[in-house]
């Protein structure tokens, strides 16, 4: 009994200091972002909202931000398209090979990045593509696509296919019975994938570094370069600010379908 | 065929029955998705591969023979290999706990926790290194804590060095460890440890030979991606080390992004590639011995 | 049957959830090597009572005593109380043998003895070469004959069965019904078997404890459960009967003369005058026919019929709420809807309760 107690306790514990651990660096860049010192001191001597003024006045900074949340968007849909007609076919079809063929559509997320952007520029340079937007786009889809699949394979594993029979039965064709009862079971799986996939495409530095170019820089591109020049608060307001738009997605995806069904990873 | 009870037929493994003969319609949605990456991901792999063992048109390991002759290049792969383990080691002791501490949570603690894993997601490594930096000065919060709770006498080096780098890494990869072990966690039946405790099973027995093995799919999940993504990473060594810790990334990143020679990045590229193919291998191979199947 | 002081005794045992009672002062006494039936509807808690008895469940008062012992505060893993559950529970990750020997290394008992264990039980259970199979690779029958043998591998003071063969098609049902009376009773074990199923309850058991929202409403063997009811539900849940709401009309010495939509009845029992009250005989011992010596008779219209192959059930009109049933053998006049009849029963077999 006393042991079980104990480890009961040592859990929460443990718990409490991740929790802390993972919102430490949240916290400090929200401070950072309104301090009105341009060095990072904490606690912020005083309170000043210069460094979000300076960043709507950034020239290069809202390219970089509408870039990377394009590609983003643009990458997660259509893994999202990829991904669940690849989960469907694993779990209702009968194949030989479909555990190597999960590995496989799983593994660009252990991949080390770099070496994928190097693999990706040299392929794309000899098949002639030099358009970067365009590959950025091909590289990114590459890092999205892992999410979806996994996410959206473990919710349709678990879903049960004679509710689609049912709604044929009742006068559905079989497009628009899978279409009305699997989209709201699977609607879950979609958002965190597609949040996970959409922040994984804007957090992206590795496979980017080798696709951008002088006119195509993404977000994080352009953080770390703007961190090596000039490092002021500045980067800490960009961050505050994409802090801000996940929160705002998180608290929509919980009225939608409740945080809870967010983790399945 | 089994007539199993509904609750067992609803399970991932059980999805991937042995094949029949025929070829379902159905199959061939797998093709956009996977030709997809054979052509986008996979290809471009190979290419390099081949062409880390193809110098001025002959087949030649030259450029292993020199870069495994070389110290320095052990001492890279030695660095990058202990700190992701050590990474791993500390994901794992810390982040099987709390996928259990989520997975008892109810309504709003669940789901502040689970907003607390994901949130930080969204802030950008970039961002997230660079305030780790910040944390991790001589007066920054970690060494103001260490101090106040006792636990040195003295501001320690944090920044620049391999534990800052770990407690930074950490940070970033924490919840991929926690959320693979929790969905797991999640899934496990309640009854069957009800039953093992009317079998004489006490708490403790319960949990090693009941509820551990059966969160050992998501663990193997965690580590690996844990792993490799700790053995791949390049931002959070950059800003939290600098030019003092090589690991392979920031080899082959100097390789390609800084330096005129490529023949180093390429060999690196390789060998950093073999490592991670190497674990996504062994994590199929583990899972399928750890996942309860036919 | 049996004898012997309370194996098993419940004491005044009660269960709430959020405010709400789901077992309220039940009492419950088994004799060792009885096989007792819970018989109930979902809900009627009969479930909660199996867990607070393993130990799964703490109640919010009252005591549980096996043996002697008092187990009220005893964690379940030391009781030795061992459960089948509806769903088998049945180990995933380990193999059948592994299974079976799982309470036995939890005790941390030597490894010959486990393997000899193991192999007997697999042989009681008529499985014994499936030890090395997965679970996933038995059928329904198989599984829950290996939760049995896990079970019954540890030697448990009292076995608890919850709805243990609900998931099973009927006949396998029947034949595993039969196994399992006779594996428990060979073995001398102590049973409590949970059941929503009458004939199971019926067939199975030496007593029958017929329970609804939360209390026992009648404990007795099959027969008396059945040709005796004490209440009204208990008449209800177990076999089919003719129902008719009266009026008490007079008392007659031992026996009440009720007033029915369908004609006037006697029937033993107490009852003031003008109470209202029902009414109940069981369909075998209906005849159609003119009343003899002093039976009682009631007019009916048939309404349907249904056939089960060795007898036919005529259903009759009957007020809202009422019933009316007769069995007709195998052998019996044909009778169509439609048909005025009058039905006659012995009064003895007569039952009348207050009306609820």
Not at chain 3, 9 to 31: C, H, M, N, S, Y
Request: aromatic share 6%; glycine share 6%; proline share 6%.
């Amino acid at each position: 009994m006393m042991l079980e107690r104990a480890a009961v306790v040592a859990m929460w514990t443990v718990t409490a200091a991740v929790v802390l651990t993972l919102l430490a660096p949240l916290a400090v860049t929200l401070a950072v972002s309104v301090s009105a010192s341009s060095v990072f001191n904490l606690p912020p001597p005083a309170l000043s909202s210069r460094w979000y003024e300076r960043m709507l006045r950034l020239r290069e900074l809202w390219p970089a931000v509408r870039l990377s949340v394009g590609i983003a968007a643009v990458s997660t849909v259509i893994s999202l398209g990829l991904g669940t007609l690849c989960a469907i076919a694993v779990t209702r079809g009968t194949f030989p090979g479909k555990t190597a063929l999960v590995t496989f559509m799983v593994s660009p997320l252990m991949m080390p990045g770099l070496v994928v952007g190097v693999a990706l520029l040299q392929f794309l340079r000899e098949i002639g593509l030099r358009d970067a937007y365009l590959s950025l786009l091909i590289g990114h889809v590459v890092i999205t696509l892992p999410y979806v699949t996994r996410t959206v394979l473990a919710s349709l594993s678990l879903f049960d296919f004679t509710l689609v029979e049912a709604a044929r039965t009742l006068g559905c064709s079989h497009p628009r019975a899978l279409v009305k009862v699997m989209v709201p079971v699977l609607a879950p799986a979609f958002l965190t994938s597609g949040l996970f996939a959409f922040l994984a495409s804007m957090d992206n530095y590795p496979i980017s570094i080798f696709l951008v170019d002088a006119r195509h820089k993404t977000l994080p591109i352009l953080m770390l370069q703007y961190l090596e020049e000039n490092p002021d608060p500045t980067i800490a307001a960009i961050s505050s600010g994409l802090v801000l738009m996940t929160i705002v997605v998180l608290l929509i995806a919980d009225r939608l379908v409740g945080l809870r069904r967010l983790a399945d990873f | 065929m089994s007539t199993a009870p509904a609750s067992l037929s609803a399970r991932a493994d059980l999805v991937l029955a042995p094949p029949r003969r025929r070829l379902q319609p159905v199959a061939l949605l797998a093709l956009p998705g996977a030709g997809y990456l054979a052509l986008a991901f996979a290809a471009p792999l190979a290419l390099l591969l081949m062409a880390s063992v193809i110098s001025e048109g002959r087949p030649t390991l030259a450029g292993y023979r020199t870069f495994l002759a070389d110290p320095f290049s052990w001492t890279v792969m030695a660095n990058t290999i202990r700190s992701a383990g050590l990474i791993t080691l500390i994901c794992l002791v810390a982040g099987y706990p709390a996928a259990f501490a989520l997975a008892r949570a109810a309504g709003l603690l669940q789901a502040a926790l689970l907003a607390a894993l994901v949130l930080p997601l969204s802030v950008g490594v970039v961002v997230k290194a660079f305030a780790w930096t910040i944390l991790l000065r001589s007066d920054g919060v970690v060494n103001r804590a260490l101090v106040g709770l006792g636990a040195v006498d003295a501001p320690v080096r944090l920044l620049f060095t391999e534990s800052g780098l770990v407690l930074g890494a950490v940070n970033v990869f924490l919840p991929f460890m926690v959320l693979p072990i929790f969905s797991v966690v999640k899934l496990i039946d309640p009854r069957l440890l009800d039953a093992a405790a009317t079998l004489g099973s006490s708490p403790l027995h319960r949990f090693f030979r009941v509820t551990l093995p059966l969160t050992m799919p998501g663990v193997i999940a965690g580590v690996a991606f844990v792993f490799s993504m700790s053995v791949s990473m390049y931002v959070i060594p950059t800003l939290l080390m600098g030019d003092r810790f090589k690991t392979l990334s920031v080899l082959i990143a100097r390789s390609f992004l800084f330096m005129r020679d490529r023949s180093v990045g390429s060999t690196a590229s390789v060998m950093l590639l073999l490592i991670a193919v190497a674990v996504v291998v062994a994590s199929a191979l583990l899972t399928r011995r750890w996942q309860p199947s036919r | 049957m049996p004898g012997g002081a309370a194996y098993l005794d419940v004491i005044d045992v009660a269960k709430w959830f959020r405010e709400t009672p789901v077992i309220e002062g039940l009492d419950l006494q088994v004799r060792a090597g009885e096989f007792v039936s819970l018989l109930g509807p979902s809900g009627c808690g009969k479930t909660t009572l199996l867990r607070i008895v393993a130990g799964l469940l703490a109640a919010d008062r009252g005591r549980v005593r096996l043996d002697g012992a008092d187990l009220t505060r005893v964690p379940a893993h030391k009781r030795n109380v061992g459960v089948v559950f509806q769903s088998y529970a049945l180990f995933p990750h380990l193999t059948v043998a592994d299974n079976v020997a799982f309470g036995l290394k939890a005790r941390g008992t030597p490894r010959a003895e486990i393997d000899a264990t193991v192999a007997r039980v697999l042989a009681l259970v008529r499985l014994a070469d499936h030890g090395a199979r997965s679970v996933f690779a038995l059928s329904g029958g198989q599984q829950q004959r290996i939760a049995v043998a896990r079970a019954l591998a540890v030697r448990p003071k009292l076995l608890l069965l919850d709805e243990p063969l609900s998931a099973l098609d009927r006949k396998l049902r029947e034949t595993m019904r039969m196994e399992l009376q006779h594996l428990l009773r060979d073995l001398g074990i102590t049973a409590i078997f949970v059941t929503h199923d009458q004939d199971e309850a019926l067939v199975m058991s030496d007593r029958v404890a017929v329970m609804n929202a939360g209390r026992i409403e009648q404990f007795d063997t099959p027969a008396t459960v059945y040709t005796r009811p004490a209440t009204p539900f208990v008449l209800d849940f177990v076999g089919m009967s003719t129902r008719l709401r009266g009026t008490v009309a007079g008392v007659d010495g031992n026996e009440v003369v009720v007033d029915t939509a369908a004609g006037r009845v006697r029937a033993p029992g107490r009852a003031a005058p003008g109470a209202a009250v029902l009414v109940a005989v069981r369909p075998e011992n209906v005849r159609l026919g003119a009343p003899r010596n002093g039976e009682n008779a009631l007019e009916l219209k048939v309404r349907d019929l249904v056939f089960l192959g060795s007898k036919t059930f005529l259903h009759f009109h009957a007020p809202d709420g009422d019933q009316a049933v007769a069995e007709l053998p195998a052998s019996g006049e044909r009778r169509a809807p439609g048909d005025q009849v009058t039905a006659s029963f012995d009064v003895g077999a007569t039952l009348v309760y207050p009306a609820p």
